[in-house]
């Protein structure tokens, strides 16, 4: 039997309080222009290169906050990354591991992942 559905992520959804803060820090870690738009009063999708990332204002509570990386960020200069995300004031939680990745929080307390690739 043939499943109708494809083996392809569409978008990881990433809990946030304010959706115009969020918009903003995201898109300045992305070095994305800060044009875009929030749709329906609470949702923003990052515009990004393979599967999304939307933030939703909607589905933010404690208890919804990534408490582990779901998903990573590539970068090709680890030690860039890790610098820039240093220096955007973010709350970093590792240093970079393995010459490999490092986790750090969003506004929100999410957490992130930045690896190598």
């Known amino acids: 039997m043939t ?29 994305l222009p800060l044009d875009g738009e929030v749709l329906f009063g609470h949702l923003y999708v990052i515009p990004m290169q393979g599967p999304g990332i939307v933030l939703d204002s909607r589905i933010f509570t404690a208890s919804a906050v990534l408490k582990v990386p779901s998903f990573h960020l590539n970068t090709e200069d680890i030690d860039a990354a890790y610098d820039f995300v240093k220096e955007s004031g973010a709350e970093l939680l590792t240093d970079i591991e393995h010459d490999h990745w490092f986790n750090f929080k969003d506004p929100d307390g999410n957490v992130l992942m930045i690896c190598r690739c």
């Not at 978008?11 to 992305?30: G, H, M």
């Open 3 to 31: 499943s109708p559905i494809l083996n392809q992520i569409g978008a990881v959804f990433i809990p946030v309080s304010d959706i115009e803060r969020s918009k903003n820090w995201y898109c300045r870690l992305l070095g």
